[in-house]
C-alpha cells in the first residue's frame, strides 16, 4: 500500500502516519521525499481496514492499494485455470459449454420439448428459472419448487444437468436438492448472506456480475463463495447498465479476456438479457465466444411470443439451432489459450 | 400503450396485433395510418405482460408504455405527500428529519456518546449498522443481534428512534423487534423476497435507490413493500454509480424533486455514502436541503480514525454539530413546498 | 408523435394541444381518452421543433416521437447496405477492411516499415495520426503537415490509402490532400462545424463514435456530414464510458449488430483504443469481426515501449500478424449476412 | 510516480524498468521488495509520457501517478481562489453570479426584454446563444454574427455583460469583440484548437465540463487554456451522462466542493442543461448555491413555449423572479468559505 502525502504535509502529521503503521504487527513504513510528495510504502500484509485508517489522516492526500483484494479468485494465487466439473461437463476447459433454456419454468411440455431440442441442438446444462426476480411486483415470478420439479423431470428425460436461480438464503438447501449449477442473479450479485449461504453447500455455482460491478467487485463475490470453502465458482458477464438503453444493458465483452487474466475462474457470457432482443443474440454470442468465453448462457422458449417472461430476447428452436452452428464454426476458428494463461508479466512477441 | 409498426407492415401482421390486444379482456386496439409508421393505440387497463408480447410480433418496430408500471408508490394515485410517523417524529412534512449515527455499532460507548452528541445537536433518529453489507469477506461485518440491543440501550438512553438495516429475509422478525425503521440498503433495492419481507411487517421501511436504478426501478422497489399492505415507505437517494471515481458514487440531486413529482413518499439523502469523503458531507446535506429533501442520513463517529467501517466519510461530533447549524439556516430560507405539490398538469407562471 | 395528458386535464388545455397541432401546416391530431390517460397522436411530417413546443404545454405529461430524427443515415431510407470504396477497397461489404497503423506519425522509418509489415499481414488501409488530440496540452500532439507528408510517402511506397484524424474545420481541406479517408475522432463526434465542413468534402468520412453518445446521436452525427451531400460516411464503435476503468473504454459489441438495423452505413471496431492494453485487443478484435464488424481500426507500432503515444495498447509487427491469422480464421467461419440485412419487420423461424 | 511489478519479476526485467528510469534526466528509482508486489518509486519530476513507457515494460503490473496531470488549474499551484472580473461583476468572489437568458437569440425584442427582466430579478451577466449546437442537422442553429449583434443591443441597453457560446476556433475572433465571456460548450470539452483558439485571447472563458469528463480531464481542459497565457477561467457543471433519462443529464451537485478542493478557479452550476426540465431548475439551482457554487447558468425565456430552442427548461420572467428570491435567500443562510480554502492537509475538528 502506498500513502501519498502533501510535500508541505507537518512533521507530527508524518510521524503519525508512521507510528500507525507500526503499530500494526508485521508492517513497516518507508518513507521518500519526492519533489512534489512525500510517499510512504507499507511493506507486509495489508489488513482491509488500514486504507481507511490512513486515509483520514492529516497530510494524507490518497491511499493506492497496490495488492488486490481478492485472494481464492485470482490468478495470482491460483495460476491455472480452474474447471468446474458438472457431471461429465468440464467449464473452464477447451470446449466451450452452452446452457439454453427458457427464462421461467412453465409447464412440463414446455420445460421437456425445449430440453429435447437444445440438446439436439448442442447445448450440454439446461436452463430455466423457477423462482424469478421481477422488476415489478405484479409480474410472473415463477413457479417456485413446482418448477424445480419440472426442471428436474426434464433433466431425467434428457440427462441434462440443471442451472437454475437461487434468490434467498432460506431457499438454498431446497434449490440445491434439485440444482446442478446454483445461480447467483445480477441484482442479488452483493446479497452477501446468500453468497455465504451457497459457499456452504457442495455445489457449483454461477456469479452473474451485477449490472454496476467493477470487475474487482465481482471477483469479491466469488471470493466470499469461495472463502466458504466452495471452489466451484463460475462467472458470467450479463451486461452492464450504461447510458444507452437500445439495448437493455451493454455487454462488455472485453470482460472475458480481462477476467480471465485477473481469475482462474471459468467466465461466460449471457447474450439474451444484455441485449433484450432476440435478433442481437446471435452476433453478440459469437462475439462472446470469439472472444474466449467458457460458454454462454441462452433463453430459448418454444413459442416465445407466449412466453411468461422475457420472450423478446428468447430464440426460437430454430434461431438456437442456427446459433449453435455458428458457435461451433467459431469456436473451430479460434485458436482457444492453453489451460495456463501467461502471467501478466509476459513478454509480448517483436 | 403504443404500439408502433412499420408503415409497410403486412396486412396479415396488422391483423395478428388487432388480434391479440382483442384477446385480452377489457382491451381494444385504436389504429392510425401515419406518413412513417402504424401506430396502434391499446386503450384500458394495460397488463404488466402486454409489452413483451406485442414486442416480438412481425411489423412491431417498438411498444410505448403510456402509464406508469408503480400505482400505490404514485403521485397520481396518492396527490398529497405521505407523512411516515415514527414515534413522534413526522417524517415527510414540513421539517426535515435528520437521522445520524455511525456506520457500525461497535460498543456501548461509542453508541450511547454518539447518540447523545446528534441529539444535542439536533437529530431525531439514530442510524446504525448492525448486520454490515461489506464488498470484501474479510471486512467486519457488524455485531449482529448484540449490535441491535446496544442500539436499543442507546434508544432508552435518548429516546432516539433507531433506524437500521436488515439484509436476509429470515432476519426481518428479529431486526424488526428492535428497530424503529428498517433500512433496505442499495445492494438488496432488487432483492424481492427481503422486500416481500419488510412488506408484511407493520414497521416504516426506508429504501435505498440502487446504485444503478432507475426512478421507475426504484419506485417498484418501493411498490413491492407497499403491495404487501404497508405503506409507511420513505426513499433515501445515496449517489448513483458513474464513471466519476474521485467520489465513490453521483448524488443525484435533481431526484429529490422528480421523486417528489413522481411519488408521494417522503424522500431523503444520504450524503455519507454518496461522496465517500468527510469534508464533502456537508456542502452535498446542504444542497439536499434546499433542493427540498425530507431529511438525511449522515455518519458521525465519536473518532472516525478509529471506526470499524466507513472512517474516512464519517463526521465527528464537531463537524456534525456545525453541519447542523448550517442545515437549519438553509430550512429556514428555502420555501418549502406545500404538502400537496401541484400536479405535474399545473400551469407555470408567467 | 404521441402527445400523452392527464385524465383530468381542464377542457381548454386539450383544446390549446390541438389547436397548436392544427396550427402547423399539414399536421392533424387524433385525440383518445383512455383509461389513464388521454392520449393524442400527431399525424402528419413531424417538424423537429413540435417535441419542444408541446411538452410544456399544461396538461402534457410526455412527448413520444414514434419516427427516428436521422433520415439520410437510416435503413429505412436505404434498405441496402451502402459500400464506401476507398480507392479498390471496399467497405462495408462481405470483406472486413483492417486499417492499422501507429497512433501517431513519428517518422519516415517508423512510418514505412509500420506500412509495409501491415500490409505484408493483411491490412488494407494504412493509419496514423499527423493532428493528435490529446487530454494534456503537455502531451506531444503530432508533427501536423509533416505528418501529412510522411503518411503519403507510406502510402507511395506501399500502395496503401490512408484514413488520418481532421480536428479543426480550418485544416479540413489540408488533411484532404493527402488523406484518403477523413477521421472524425470521438472528441469531436460534436464538434458540429467540423461534421459541416467534412460534409462539404468529396472524401470518404469515418465517424468514431462519441464515448458518451446514445446511437441515435451517433447516427446523428452521420447524419451531419450526410447533409451536405457527402454520402460516403463510415461509423466505428470505440468504446464507451462507463463505471469500469480497468480498461479506458467499454467497447459495446452490440452496437455492431444495432447499426447495422438501424443504418446502412458501415460499421468498424477500435479494439485498441477500447480496451487500452495490448494483449486485449486481439481477442476483442476477434469478437468485433465475429458480431459481424465491416472492418477494424488498430494500432501498431514497430516499437510500442518507444511510441510516442499510446504505446501501451500498441500491437508489433509480429503481434499484429497473429491477429490478421486469428480474423481471417473467424471471417472464415462466420456467415456474413447477405448485404440487404432484414427488415426489422421480418419474420423470425419457427 | 509507483512503478508496481510482479513479485517474481525476472531480474532482468527489474533492471530495464530501473535502467528506463536512469536514462530520464533527473529522475531516480528506489526499489522496494514488499510481500506480494516489487515496488518501485520514480522520484523527480515525471515527464507526461512516462506512465506510457513503464506500463509496457515487462513484469510492470500497474503504474500509479502521484502527481497531478494539471498545474495551472490546481490549488496546489494556487492556494488562493481565482477571482475573475468581467467588467466590474467579480466571478469566484463571495457573492454567486447570475448569468442568465434565453438558449438562443431570436429577436431583438425578445433579447432586450429577457434582458430588462433577468437584470431587475438579479442577473449580472446576460447569457444568448447565436452559434449554436444541435445534436439534429435539421434545428434551428442560431442567428450567428446578426445574433451576436443582437447582444451587444441588448448589453447596450441593460449594461450587462454577455457571455455567449464560441464553436470554432475560425470564430474566436468574431466572437470575442461581441462577448464578455467566450463559452466552451459541453461537446467542445476537448475540443483542443478552440481551446487554444481562447487560449490566445485576453477574454475569460467558461469552460462546461464534457458530458462525460472526470474532474480530472475537465481541469485539463482548463489548462488547455491557461498554457497560452489566459488564466481567467472559469468552470461549469452542467450535468453528466448516466443511466437515469428521466433528467437529460445528471447534475452533480458534488462537482462544486470538490473542484473547490483541487482547483482555485471559480465553478458556477447550469441547472438549466442538467435537468431539461423547468420545473427542476429551481431547486437544483438552490442546491448548487447550497453546495458553494460561485454562480449560476439559467436558461429564460419570455414566452418558453415558442423558443426556438430548450423551451422545456427555460423558466419564465416570473419563474426567473422567484427563483433569485430563493437564491438570495440562500446564499444569505449558507455559511461561504473564505476565499482561500483550507488545504487537504488540514485537521478536521473534534
Not at 433454456?101 to 421437456?112: A, F, L, N
Not at 479476456?257 to 432476440?278: C, E, F, M, N, Y
Request: hydrophobic share 40%.
Amino acid at each position: 500500500m502506498i500513502v501519498v502525502m502533501a510535500k508541505d504535509s507537518a512533521q507530527v502529521d508524518l510521524d503519525e502516519v508512521r507510528r500507525r503503521i507500526e503499530n500494526r504487527p508485521g508492517l513497516q513504513p518507508q518513507v521518500f521525499h519526492g519533489v512534489e510528495r512525500i510517499v510512504v510504502g507499507v511493506l507486509g500484509s495489508i489488513p482491509p481496514d488500514l486504507k481507511d485508517e490512513m486515509e483520514l489522516l492529516p497530510g494524507v492526500l490518497e491511499v493506492v492499494p497496490i495488492s488486490k483484494p481478492y485472494k481464492l479468485a485470482s490468478r495470482e494465487f491460483h495460476p491455472d485455470n480452474s474447471v468446474v466439473m458438472v457431471g461429465d461437463v468440464a467449464i473452464g476447459g477447451s470446449e466451450p459449454v452452452v446452457m439454453a433454456g427458457p427464462c421461467s419454468v412453465e409447464d412440463e411440455e414446455q420445460m421437456v420439448t425445449t430440453a429435447r431440442a437444445v440438446k439436439a441442438a448442442g447445448a450440454r446444462i439446461l436452463r430455466g428459472g423457477a423462482f424469478k426476480p421481477r422488476t415489478s411486483p405484479y409480474s410472473f415470478r415463477g413457479m417456485g419448487i413446482e418448477g424445480l420439479k419440472l426442471l428436474q423431470l426434464a433433466k431425467q428425460e434428457t440427462g441434462l444437468p440443471i442451472i437454475t436461480e437461487v434468490m434467498a438464503p432460506g431457499d438454498v438447501d431446497t434449490v440445491a436438492q434439485y440444482a446442478d449449477i446454483l445461480q447467483i442473479g445480477t441484482r442479488n450479485m452483493q446479497n452477501y448472506m446468500l453468497l455465504d449461504e451457497v459457499g456452504r453447500t457442495n455445489k457449483p455455482v454461477m456469479v452473474k456480475r451485477g449490472f454496476a460491478a467493477p470487475y474487482e467487485e465481482w471477483l469479491l463475490a466469488a471470493e466470499y463463495v469461495m472463502s466458504w470453502g466452495n471452489r466451484q465458482v463460475m462467472l458470467c458477464e450479463r451486461g452492464i447498465r450504461s447510458f444507452e438503453h437500445y439495448t437493455r444493458f451493454t455487454l462488455d465483452v472485453a470482460a472475458i479476456p480481462v477476467i480471465q487474466r485477473l481469475s482462474h475462474l471459468p467466465i461466460l457470457a449471457d447474450p439474451s438479457h444484455s441485449t433484450g432482443k432476440w435478433h442481437l443474440v446471435t452476433p453478440v454470442a459469437l462475439a462472446a465466444i470469439a472472444a474466449g468465453a467458457h460458454g454462454l448462457l441462452v433463453e430459448v422458449h418454444p413459442n416465445p411470443d407466449l412466453a411468461k417472461c422475457d420472450g423478446p430476447q428468447s430464440l426460437t428452436f430454430q434461431n438456437f439451432s442456427s446459433m449453435m452452428d455458428q458457435v461451433r464454426a467459431v469456436v473451430a476458428a479460434v485458436q482457444r489459450e492453453p489451460v495456463s494463461v501467461p502471467s501478466p508479466a509476459h513478454r509480448r512477441g517483436r
